[in-house]
T-cell receptor, first 116, second 112 residues
């Protein structure tokens, strides 16, 4: 168990630019989640995948945001035309969906985005 | 609406003193409740979870929490605080599945 890995750890970008983040979940985990955390707040759910299928998207996920998990392993989260309000910590988590219940979420260390 | 409320955004205790972090939930379905800890610039680590098996739940690092349906509470406690407990703590809720709703967090400060 090498844990959930996120890359990059920090990203500074100018308003209007596109950014992409990557998440590598725990290898045997079939569910992958994206959360966003702003300063002084708890994480807010954005979207989740079971294998390669995106099963749910939050209303927080505007059309400038897109997430993929093409082969059911790693995932990417892209933000197009970034705005200052997108500045936040983006957290990825994974879990194992199994009969009888899910394993708890394991979180990565996050990608901190600063939009200037 | 289903939600969790954490009372007190900042809590300060002396080393060796009791830690009590408060969490209340609102839910129309049987809740699954969690406590997570977050150290600076890191992700969240699960401390403990309530899934209806037992109302008193023991977690890692000496923490425990008691589910009280009559009070809709799931407060986190630790008998004796240690300096290494200083961090931010989040209560989280789900009605099933793993899409968690988090509280706003409580920053715990431990003083000598």
């Amino acid at each position: 168990d090498t844990g959930v890995s996120q890359d990059p750890r920090h990203k500074i970008t100018k308003r209007g630019q596109n950014v992409t983040f990557r998440c590598d979940p725990i290898s045997e985990h079939n569910r992958l989640y994206w959360y966003r955390q702003t300063l002084g707040q708890g994480p807010e759910f954005l979207t989740y995948f079971q294998n390669e299928a995106q099963l749910e998207k939050s209303r927080l996920l505007s059309d400038r945001f897109s997430a993929e998990r093409p082969k059911g392993s790693f995932s990417t989260l892209e933000i197009q035309r970034t705005e200052q309000g997108d500045s936040a910590m983006y957290l990825c988590a994974s879990s194992l969906r199994r009969t009888g219940g899910d394993s708890p979420l394991h979180f990565g260390n996050g990608t901190r985005l600063t939009v200037t | 609406a289903q939600s969790v409320t954490q009372l007190g955004s900042h809590v300060s205790v002396s080393e060796g003193a009791l830690v009590l972090l408060r969490c209340n939930y609102s839910s129309s379905v049987p809740p699954y409740l969690f406590w997570y800890v977050q150290y600076p610039n890191q992700g969240l680590q699960l401390l403990l979870k309530y899934t209806s098996a037992a109302t008193l739940v023991k977690g890692i690092n000496g923490f425990e929490a008691e589910f009280k349906k009559s009070e809709t509470s799931f407060h986190l406690t630790k008998p004796s605080a240690h300096m290494s407990d200083a961090a931010e703590y989040f209560c989280a809720f789900t009605g099933g599945g793993n899409k968690l709703t988090f509280g706003t967090g409580t920053q715990l400060k431990v003083e000598l």
